[in-house]
């Protein structure tokens, strides 16, 4: 990318495991567009992962954070503040865990404990990070907040499990929140519903090879990928997006359009 459309701008972006995590890709896309930030993960995720990597190769800092405890966000915000010395202009959240699809657990058959823990990490924790930035008034006047969904929010997708419900909550904070931080602190918050990604997150949901050739014959412009997003979000942390707010923006090559494509259809013997 070309256009230094994020220069001077500093945030935080969440949950750049390796290599092929959306945040990682978005990381290096907002470099690329100029702007600096904190990187963060979860303590377990830092010590698994290769974000020190990521961190080296950007000049950033790394903070890490259990996005579910309001200590560790406190604390985070504060320090990245401190690190960009000034507040911020874009939150990028790009978390997602269910341990029912973790373990194997079916829809009909849910370990409640860990949805619930599950709901905490993939949804409720948006609505900690932006309470918490709303609290310490951490965000610039025409500030971005992002996060990532999936059309599974939607549309029945089976094997997505509780995550999808996950991803409805989460879409819905985005509405809820976003209202009070247009109002009160004329911050955008808005989520992204991606294709589906080879990720660490996304090779956890059963059948995913099949699935991801499945989207790319329905979508148009075929799956984009996490580069793609990355660009995408880019442009949603920039000024030319200023009004656009509480929005479920699909970046998905057209899948959600599309009712049926020919490939689809082509795919299909008549006789069965
Ligand atoms: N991969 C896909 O197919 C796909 C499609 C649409 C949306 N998404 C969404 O994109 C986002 C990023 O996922 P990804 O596909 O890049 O996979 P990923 O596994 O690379 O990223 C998920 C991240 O969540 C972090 N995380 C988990 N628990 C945490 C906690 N308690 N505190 C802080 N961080 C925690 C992980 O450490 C990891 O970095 C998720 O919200 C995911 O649901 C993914």
Same mark, same amino acid.
């Given at each position: 990318? &070309?256009?230094?459309?994020?220069?001077?701008?500093?945030?935080?972006?969440?949950?750049?495991?390796?290599?092929? &995590?959306?945040?990682?890709?978005? *990381?290096?896309?907002?470099?690329?567009?100029?702007?600096?930030?904190?990187?963060?993960?979860?303590?377990?995720?830092?010590?698994?992962?290769?974000?020190?990597?990521?961190?080296?190769?950007?000049?950033?800092?790394?903070?890490?954070?259990? *996005?579910?405890?309001?200590?560790?966000?406190?604390?985070?915000?504060?320090?990245?503040?401190?690190?960009?010395?000034?507040?911020?202009?874009?939150?990028?959240?790009?978390?997602?865990?269910?341990?029912?699809?973790?373990?194997?657990? #079916?829809?009909?058959?849910?370990?409640?404990?860990?949805?619930?823990?599950?709901?905490?990490?993939?949804?409720?924790?948006? #609505?900690?990070?932006?309470?918490?930035?709303?609290?310490?008034?951490?965000?610039?006047?025409?500030?971005?907040?992002?996060?990532?969904?999936?059309?599974?929010?939607?549309?029945?997708?089976?094997?997505? !499990? +509780?995550?999808?419900? !996950?991803?409805?909550?989460?879409?819905?904070?985005?509405?809820?929140?976003?209202?009070?931080?247009?109002? +009160?602190?004329?911050?955008?918050?808005?989520?992204?519903?991606?294709?589906?990604?080879?990720?660490?997150?996304?090779?956890?949901?059963?059948?995913?090879?099949?699935?991801?050739?499945?989207?790319?014959?329905?979508?148009?412009?075929? !799956?984009?990928?996490?580069?793609?997003?990355?660009?995408?979000?880019?442009?949603?942390?920039?000024?030319?997006?200023?009004?656009?707010?509480?929005?479920?923006?699909? #970046?998905?090559?057209?899948?959600?359009?599309?009712?049926?494509?020919?490939?689809?259809?082509?795919?299909? !013997?008549?006789?069965?």
């Amino acid at each position: 990318m &070309s256009y230094k459309i994020l220069e001077g701008k500093k945030g935080i972006i969440f949950g750049a495991l390796d290599e092929n &995590s959306i945040a990682w890709k978005t *990381a290096e896309s907002v470099t690329e567009a100029g702007g600096s930030y904190v990187l963060t993960n979860a303590p377990v995720a830092l010590r698994m992962g290769n974000i020190n990597i990521l961190a080296e190769n950007t000049g950033s800092q790394v903070i890490a954070a259990d *996005a579910t405890n309001t200590e560790d966000l406190e604390k985070l915000i504060v320090k990245s503040q401190e690190i960009l010395g000034s507040k911020l202009d874009f939150v990028l959240h790009s978390i997602g865990m269910s341990l029912n699809v973790r373990k194997g657990r #079916h829809y009909t058959d849910l370990d409640y404990g860990w949805t619930t823990k599950g709901w905490d990490i993939s949804a409720l924790s948006f #609505h900690k990070l932006m309470q918490c930035l709303y609290q310490k008034d951490a965000m610039n006047k025409w500030g971005s907040i992002v996060a990532l969904t999936y059309v599974a929010a939607q549309r029945t997708f089976p094997n997505y !499990n +509780d995550m999808a419900d !996950n991803k409805a909550y989460l879409e819905s904070i985005a509405r809820s929140f976003g209202y009070f931080f247009g109002k +009160d602190k004329k911050v955008r918050v808005n989520t992204i519903s991606q294709s589906p990604t080879l990720t660490t997150a996304g090779k956890g949901v059963a059948g995913l090879d099949g699935f991801l050739k499945y989207a790319e014959k329905m979508s148009p412009l075929g !799956n984009a990928t996490a580069k793609e997003c990355a660009d995408y979000t880019v442009s949603l942390f920039s000024d030319l997006t200023r009004k656009v707010t509480l929005q479920n923006l699909f #970046h998905d090559g057209g899948f959600s359009g599309v009712g049926v494509s020919q490939e689809i259809i082509d795919s299909i !013997n008549p006789s069965d």
